[in-house]
């Protein structure tokens, strides 16, 4: 639901993006809560609450207080300790082989 990347590491955070990831987070909450679905995937959510752009103690509200059939999955690196802590399940996965090594750049649907 954002425009894909965003800059960070010193770069100042476009207030547009912080503006995107807010309305996605809305957007999520609503259909966590909507009663349609069973699992909800919030993908590379991990990033956005590691770079300051979302309140990891928001997400974890609203975890906690989520349908209890509702599965919900954080995707992306740097997952907030307390939302590790509060996990069912934490998965790491390693880089074995990337299309960037080949010169491919990010592709839109798949890398963002």
């Known amino acids: 639901m954002g425009r894909g990347f965003v800059k960070v590491g010193g770069a100042q955070t476009d207030p547009e993006d912080i503006r995107l990831v807010q309305a996605a987070w809305a957007e999520a909450q609503a259909a966590i809560n909507s009663g349609q679905w069973d699992m909800v995937i919030l993908d590379e959510i991990n990033y956005a609450i590691s770079y300051g752009m979302l309140d990891p103690a928001e997400?974890?509200?609203?975890?906690?207080a989520r349908p209890e059939m509702v599965?919900?999955?954080?995707?992306g690196r740097n997952a907030h300790p307390l939302l590790v802590d509060m996990a069912d399940t934490v998965t790491e996965m390693r880089?074995?082989?990337?299309?960037?090594?080949?010169?491919?750049?990010a592709q839109k649907g798949i890398e963002y």
């Open 71 to 75: 599965h919900v999955i954080l995707t």
């Open 95 to 105: 880089e074995v082989k990337h299309a960037y090594q080949k010169g491919i750049l």
């Open 59 to 64: 997400v974890a509200e609203a975890l906690r």
